[in-house]
T-cell receptor
Framework: GQQVQQSPTSLVLQEGENAELQCNFSTSLNSMQWFYQRPGGSLVSVFYNPSGTKQSGRLTSTTVIKERRSSLHISSSQITDSGTYLCAMERGQGGRALIFGTGTTVSVSP | EAAVTQSPRNKVAVTGGKVTLSCNQTNNHNNMYWYRQDTGHGLRLIHYSYGAGSTEKGDIPDGYKASRPSQENFSLILELATPSQTSVYFC?????????????FGSGTRLLVI
């Protein structure tokens, strides 16, 4: 089954609203990352956060290893935040390839 | 600027035909990966490589082959394309050191098999 579960599947926000995206892992958490994907676009890393809390601008990521979960908080959302957010963790073996969640699609309207 | 470039960006193929997706990286990364992205599944690993001459099976390798003739180039080959292989394919490179390794993704190839 899916090793990485993300919720919600999609999110519609009014500009200025906050949002919380969740990621849960069925296996031991290893080198957790969050990626952002523009519609029809490539993926870019927004956070490498193996444990604890990290903040970058309006984005905050919190990873709790023993609970096998990570969250991404978007504060004061902007239209440019629209896109898909994917969490991923590294495999322990296998070329350190990433195991991805199914993604949360965020749509921010004015 | 270091990058991962995929070609073609879009491809329409006929069932049973051969399709080759190409990927070139200028990051000098040892590891390269091919993923496909489908609604409801996220990105799934097809093949990966540790370096020139190496190819390894990922989670969903059936129906796909890979080729890594050089450090820079990594191809994904569909010998007999099927409609179930319609998807968006992403190539990525990584330095393979773990712990937040630097990953760079290409812009994707949209493949439609009819």
């Amino acid at each position: 089954g899916q090793q990485v579960q993300q919720s919600p599947t999609s999110l519609v926000l009014q500009e200025g609203e906050n949002a919380e995206l969740q990621c849960n892992f069925s296996t031991s958490l290893n080198s957790m990352q969050w990626f952002y994907q523009r519609p029809g676009g490539s993926l870019v890393s927004v956070f490498y956060n193996p444990s604890g809390t990290k903040q970058s601008g309006r984005l905050t990521s919190t990873t709790v290893i023993k609970e096998r979960r990570s969250s991404l908080h978007i504060s004061s959302s902007q239209i440019t935040d629209s896109g898909t957010y994917l969490c991923a963790m590294e495999r322990g073996q296998g070329g350190r390839a990433l195991i991805f969640g199914t993604g949360t699609t965020v749509s921010v309207s004015p | 600027e270091a990058a991962v470039t995929q070609s073609p960006r879009n491809k329409v193929a006929v069932t049973g035909g051969k399709v080759t997706l190409s990927c070139n990286q200028t990051n000098n990364h040892n590891n390269m990966y091919w993923y496909r992205q489908d609604t409801g599944h996220g990105l799934r690993l097809i093949h990966y490589s540790y370096g020139a001459g190496s190819t390894e099976k990922g989670d969903i390798p059936d129906g796909y082959k890979a080729s890594r003739p050089s450090q820079e180039n990594f191809s994904l080959i569909l010998e007999l394309a099927t409609p179930s292989q319609t998807s968006v394919y992403f190539c990525a490179s990584g330095d393979g050191t773990g712990g937040g390794s630097d990953y760079t993704f290409g812009s994707g190839t949209r493949l439609l098999v009819i």
